[in-house]
């Protein structure tokens, strides 16, 4: 007789024996045993969770299991996805059962069938024959069309959980007779990720291995799967700031043939798991044994949640970056280097926290309050809140500096220097008073109203005014007298700098301290010599150069620049 791998060998034949679907299996059955059979059902979910079985046992149900595996015709949509071979299908359901009462079509992977395919099946899907059942099965629901999904009864098959799983093998375990701990049986549970199918095939695979007596370490290292003992270990070594010990771990492990995907794989589980042990709410959702989770739970308390957060960050980039890295063992050992850096400036801080107030508990604010007393009893510093207070009603009456939103919302950055609030306003109060006493002075040179001019053009490329800062870069403002006098050549020159003239006015009195300057904008352009320099400049020329051009614009219908 051939061998028979487990997931054939054990796969269920009724549904009270399906693993992990109860609200699918009931559904079917009481469908069934009511007479309220459909004609199109579409099984969707993980692959190993038993829709393909599923689908079995209802056509086999359907029919009270006489010879039914007669009616029962299956198609592999990945090899069979072509516009012919639903045509062949479809002229097949056109012939009723020999025997029982229906004929199952069960259609896996129906997400690979082409467009054309799809599309000559609709019709068939919508309005079968009596005798007529589909039963589609898909990984991927959503690459289904809305057309398809609106014929079928949908079912979700959901991922088996451990314990099912762990449970499930035990019986075959003790079926085989074979030796096992239930560590191991959960440790392949967990490896599976939801899926009965895989967790049977490392079954197999350890069974194949292995007589009848399984060794724990042994069963691992078939599983290139690394035990959560050794996440703790390595997460206390991380938290102690030993970095030899950390390195020695890592250099154990890999010695042993695992890979250093594994390590990071496994690390970055126990680290999830610190921040669900920080709640009570989320503490049962921590899947390992007792023991480990008294470890977990103690090692949560001595790390702060921002830390467990920042830890997981920095292993979800090593994560990524592994993909693509030359040395991943190099990645991941400076991954857990920065994890000990980062505990280890934490583990300072609160050293020195706890030091400050066992030394000083009442101190602090005893020191806060006599800072405020020397403040307001020191006669330099409560001139300097009158000096604040009297520029900023001499600035709002004289109108001298206008806020601007940019300014407002104006954040410093980190390399900026530290200036002293007090000097800031003694050169300011010294500022006015200069523009005051020098309000009639027309003392100042054309170099300097270029110089300034420059250092205006700089502020609105900060301020990324482009246009404006095109406009200003081409124009040279002349003196005359008292009067700076700008040219412009065209109407958008004449507009950016009628929008910005009362900022500029504000700026080069204040920075040529004299109050009395005013601007005066002196057009240039000539009659038949405009400069085109904007878009709408152009546009405006070429409709005075051509007037059916605005009847085409009209006649077209189209938008005006």
Same mark, same amino acid.
């Given at each position: 007789?051939?061998?028979?791998?487990?997931?054939?060998?054990?796969?269920?034949?009724?549904?009270?024996?399906?693993?992990?679907?109860?609200?699918?299996?009931?559904?079917?059955?009481?469908? =069934?045993?009511?007479?309220?059979?459909?004609?199109?059902?579409?099984?969707?979910?993980?692959?190993?969770?038993?829709?393909?079985?599923? #689908?079995?046992?209802?056509?086999?149900?359907?029919?009270?299991?006489?010879?039914?595996?007669?009616?029962?015709?299956?198609?592999?949509?990945?090899?069979?996805?072509?516009?012919?071979?639903?045509?062949?299908?479809?002229?097949?359901?056109?012939?009723?059962?020999?025997?029982?009462?229906?004929?199952?079509?069960?259609?896996?992977?129906?997400?690979?069938?082409?467009?054309?395919?799809?599309?000559?099946?609709?019709?068939?899907?919508?309005?079968?024959?009596?005798?007529?059942?589909?039963?589609?099965?898909?990984?991927?629901?959503?690459?289904?069309?809305?057309?398809?999904?609106?014929?079928?009864?949908?079912?979700?098959?959901?991922?088996?959980?451990?314990?099912?799983?762990?449970?499930?093998?035990?019986?075959?375990?003790?079926?085989?007779?074979?030796?096992?701990?239930?560590?191991?049986?959960?440790?392949?549970?967990?490896?599976?990720?939801?899926?009965?199918?895989?967790?049977?095939?490392?079954?197999?695979?350890?069974?194949?291995?292995?007589?009848?007596?399984?060794?724990?370490?042994?069963?691992?290292?078939?599983?290139?799967?690394?035990?959560?003992?050794?996440?703790?270990?390595?997460?206390?070594?991380?938290?102690?700031?030993?970095?030899?010990?950390?390195?020695?771990?890592?250099?154990?492990?890999?010695?042993?043939?695992?890979?250093?995907?594994? =390590?990071?794989?496994?690390?970055?589980?126990?680290?999830?798991?610190?921040?669900?042990?920080?709640?009570?709410?989320?503490?049962?959702?921590?899947?390992?044994?007792?023991?480990?989770?008294?470890? =977990?739970?103690?090692?949560?308390?001595?790390?702060?949640?921002? &830390?467990?957060?920042?830890?997981?960050?920095?292993?979800?980039?090593?994560?990524?970056?592994?993909?693509?890295?030359?040395?991943?063992?190099?990645?991941?050992?400076?991954?857990?280097?920065?994890?000990?850096?980062?505990?280890?400036?934490?583990?300072?801080?609160?050293?020195?926290?706890?030091?400050?107030?066992?030394?000083?508990?009442?101190?602090?604010?005893?020191?806060?309050?006599?800072?405020?007393?020397?403040?307001?009893?020191?006669?330099? #510093?409560?001139?300097? &809140?009158?000096?604040?207070?009297?520029?900023?009603?001499?600035?709002?009456?004289?109108?001298?500096?206008?806020?601007?939103?940019?300014?407002?919302?104006?954040?410093?950055?980190?390399?900026?220097?530290?200036?002293?609030?007090?000097?800031?306003?003694?050169?300011?109060?010294?500022?006015?008073?200069?523009?005051?006493?020098?309000?009639?002075?027309?003392?100042?040179?054309?170099?300097?109203?270029?110089?300034?001019?420059?250092?205006? =053009?700089?502020?609105?490329?900060?301020?990324?005014?482009?246009?404006?800062?095109?406009?200003?870069?081409?124009?040279?403002?002349?003196?005359?007298?008292?009067?700076?006098?700008?040219?412009?050549?065209?109407?958008?020159?004449?507009?950016?700098?009628?929008?910005?003239?009362?900022?500029?006015?504000?700026?080069?009195?204040?920075?040529?301290?004299?109050?009395?300057?005013?601007?005066?904008?002196?057009?240039?352009?000539?009659?038949?010599?405009?400069?085109?320099?904007?878009?709408?400049?152009?546009?405006?020329?070429?409709?005075?150069?051509?007037?059916?051009?605005?009847?085409?614009?009209?006649?077209?219908?189209?938008?005006?620049?």
């Amino acid at each position: 007789m051939s061998y028979l791998v487990s997931a054939r060998k054990y796969r269920p034949t009724k549904f009270d024996n399906v693993v992990g679907q109860k609200h699918v299996t009931t559904t079917l059955k009481n469908a =069934i045993k009511n007479n309220k059979i459909g004609h199109a059902y579409l099984f969707c979910g993980p692959r190993g969770v038993g829709k393909t079985t599923c #689908a079995r046992i209802f056509a086999s149900t359907v029919n009270e299991n006489s010879n039914s595996q007669y009616n029962i015709f299956e198609l592999d949509a990945a090899s069979n996805n072509g516009v012919e071979h639903i045509r062949n299908l479809i002229e097949q359901i056109k012939v009723p059962p020999q025997v029982g009462r229906y004929k199952v079509y069960i259609i896996d992977e129906v997400h690979m069938l082409s467009d054309a395919a799809f599309n000559a099946f609709l019709k068939t899907l919508e309005e079968p024959p009596k005798h007529s059942i589909f039963i589609l099965a898909t990984t991927e629901k959503n690459k289904l069309i809305p057309t398809i999904l609106s014929r079928c009864q949908i079912f979700d098959f959901k991922k088996i959980s451990n314990e099912d799983i762990s449970e499930y093998l035990k019986l075959i375990a003790n079926h085989k007779e074979i030796n096992v701990c239930n560590k191991t049986l959960e440790i392949i549970a967990n490896k599976a990720d939801g899926s009965l199918r895989d967790a049977l095939s490392i079954f197999d695979k350890i069974s194949s291995h292995f007589e009848e007596n399984w060794n724990y370490n042994d069963a691992l290292r078939l599983m290139s799967t690394l035990d959560s003992s050794f996440s703790s270990e390595l997460t206390r070594s991380i938290l102690d700031n030993d970095i030899s010990n950390c390195i020695l771990q890592i250099d154990r492990v890999i010695s042993e043939g695992y890979n250093p995907k594994e =390590i990071l794989k496994n690390t970055t589980s126990h680290f999830r798991n610190l921040i669900l042990a920080k709640d009570a709410s989320t503490f049962g959702l921590i899947n390992e044994r007792t023991d480990l989770k008294n470890i =977990i739970k103690e090692q949560s308390d001595s790390i702060s949640k921002n &830390k467990i957060i920042d830890s997981l960050v920095c292993l979800d980039k090593c994560s990524q970056q592994l993909r693509n890295s030359i040395n991943k063992r190099f990645d991941v050992e400076l991954c857990v280097l920065k994890l000990c850096a980062m505990n280890s400036d934490e583990k300072k801080k609160i050293i020195e926290k706890s030091n400050t107030k066992e030394l000083n508990p009442n101190n602090q604010k005893k020191t806060d309050i006599l800072k405020e007393q020397e403040f307001d009893n020191n006669p330099i #510093a409560t001139k300097d &809140k009158k000096d604040e207070k009297n520029l900023q009603a001499e600035l709002t009456e004289n109108k001298i500096i206008k806020t601007d939103k940019s300014i407002e919302n104006f954040q410093p950055s980190v390399e900026s220097e530290i200036i002293s609030i007090s000097e800031e306003l003694n050169q300011n109060t010294k500022l006015v008073e200069k523009i005051e006493t020098n309000k009639k002075s027309d003392d100042w040179t054309e170099q300097e109203l270029l110089d300034q001019w420059k250092s205006f =053009i700089k502020t609105l490329m900060s301020q990324k005014k482009t246009s404006a800062y095109n406009v200003f870069q081409r124009t040279t403002p002349k003196k005359n007298n008292n009067v700076v006098e700008i040219e412009f050549y065209s109407l958008s020159e004449k507009f950016e700098f009628e929008e910005l003239k009362s900022n500029l006015l504000e700026y080069l009195r204040l920075r040529l301290s004299n109050s009395e300057l005013e601007i005066s904008l002196i057009a240039k352009i000539q009659e038949g010599n405009d400069v085109a320099i904007t878009k709408k400049d152009k546009y405006e020329l070429l409709l005075t150069k051509n007037k059916k051009l605005s009847k085409l614009i009209d006649k077209l219908e189209l938008n005006s620049i």
